[in-house]
């Protein structure tokens, strides 16, 4: 079983920047792709970006140039580095592990984006 949990998130004022981590643990030797997800209030879930092991990065069209997305296998750590925020990234982001068919999602955490 592969547990994540994020943190990071957090208020910031529109063109700034904030960097999420989402940690793995339990059997993550076994884990494929990982990814960020994002639910702004009333919308439904989406992509944001994703990676399998510590290449080939994935992006929604959204945030494509001013996200990115890295892995350390090291740590267990999945990062996004959200720059040129604007008030529309305003979410709860989720981390998500894909692992032997399965999947793992975290709580979420908050990102405000103010004008």
């Known amino acids: 079983q592969v547990r994540v949990a994020e943190s990071g998130g957090g208020l910031v004022q529109a063109g700034g920047s904030l960097r999420l981590s989402c940690k793995a643990s339990?059997?993550?030797?076994?884990?494929?792709?990982m990814g960020w997800y994002r639910q702004a209030p009333g919308k439904q879930r989406e992509f944001v970006a994703s990676?399998?092991?510590?290449?080939?990065?994935i992006y929604a069209k959204s945030v494509a140039g001013r996200f990115i997305i890295s892995r350390d296998n090291v740590k267990n750590t999945m990062y996004l580095q959200m720059n040129s925020l604007q008030p529309e990234d305003t979410a709860v982001y989720y981390c998500?592990?894909?692992?032997?068919?399965?999947?793992?999602w975290g709580q979420g955490t908050q990102v405000t984006v103010s004008t």
């Open positions: 998500k592990a894909d692992y032997r068919g399965a999947d793992s």
């Open positions: 990676i399998v092991g510590i290449d080939s990065p």
């Open positions: 339990g059997s993550t030797f076994a884990i494929d792709r």
